[in-house]
């Protein structure tokens, strides 16, 4: 009995129901040469190219989702295909110049703490990317497929929205990473 169960439970699952993220990520690097370690913060300031809210910022993480999926009949998703482009902008000493190590030492502290502060963000681009893998693959058979098509919008966009507005509570939190020992 139980394996009648088992296969009528099995039958009822499309075989082609899956998902997958995929996760690409980019690392994007402007080149500061300080000649002191009083020098770093300067440097950092006016070579960055980020700036938010009027501010400029020694890195950034952004990220963007792209779905598309495969249907069964009209408009039942079978399976989810989501892309997760990720891009990291950090400072690195310029290349093939010559850096005293009482610059490179304090710059390579700094460096491994903004790194970690912009694999958080990292994260919350992860989460965003597999809860809308996870809701694609909910829906069930909608009856009506032009406002299944518009929920999944719907849906993606929140989804984005909530996990970019906890990307930016912890900014404001953390004062861009500096609460977390993210300072020169």
């Known amino acids: 009995m139980k394996k009648?169960?088992?296969?009528?439970?099995?039958?009822?699952?499309?075989?082609?129901?899956?998902?997958?993220?995929?996760?690409?990520?980019?690392?994007?690097?402007?080149?500061?040469?300080?000649?002191?370690?009083?020098?770093?913060?300067?440097?950092?300031?006016?070579?960055s190219p980020i700036k938010k809210s009027g501010e400029k910022l020694y890195a950034d993480t952004v990220w963007e989702v792209n779905?598309?999926?495969e249907y069964k009949?009209?408009?039942?998703?079978?399976?989810?295909?989501v892309d997760l482009n990720i891009k990291t902008i950090l400072p690195r000493l310029t290349p093939k110049k010559s850096v005293k190590f009482s610059v490179k030492n304090p710059?390579?502290?700094?460096?491994?703490?903004?790194?970690?502060?912009?694999?958080?963000?990292?994260?919350?681009?992860?989460?965003?990317?597999?809860?809308?893998?996870?809701?694609?693959?909910?829906?069930?058979?909608?009856r009506d497929c032009d406002k299944f098509r518009k929920q999944i919008r719907v849906d993606k966009k929140k989804i984005i929205k909530k996990y970019r507005?906890?990307?930016?509570?912890?900014?404001?939190k953390t004062d861009y990473g500096r609460k977390k020992g993210v300072k020169i």
């Open 4 to 47: 009648v169960i088992v296969l009528c439970f099995l039958l009822l699952i499309p075989f082609s129901v899956s998902a997958k993220v995929k996760v690409e990520k980019r690392i994007k690097y402007y080149d500061i040469y300080p000649k002191s370690k009083k020098d770093i913060k300067t440097q950092l300031l006016s070579k």
């Open 67 to 69: 779905t598309s999926y």
């Open 73 to 81: 009949g009209k408009c039942r998703v079978t399976k989810v295909y």
């Open 107 to 142: 710059f390579s502290k700094f460096e491994r703490k903004l790194i970690s502060y912009q694999k958080k963000h990292e994260k919350f681009a992860v989460q965003a990317a597999k809860e809308i893998e996870k809701k694609l693959l909910s829906y069930g058979s909608p």
């Open 165 to 172: 507005k906890k990307s930016k509570e912890y900014d404001k």
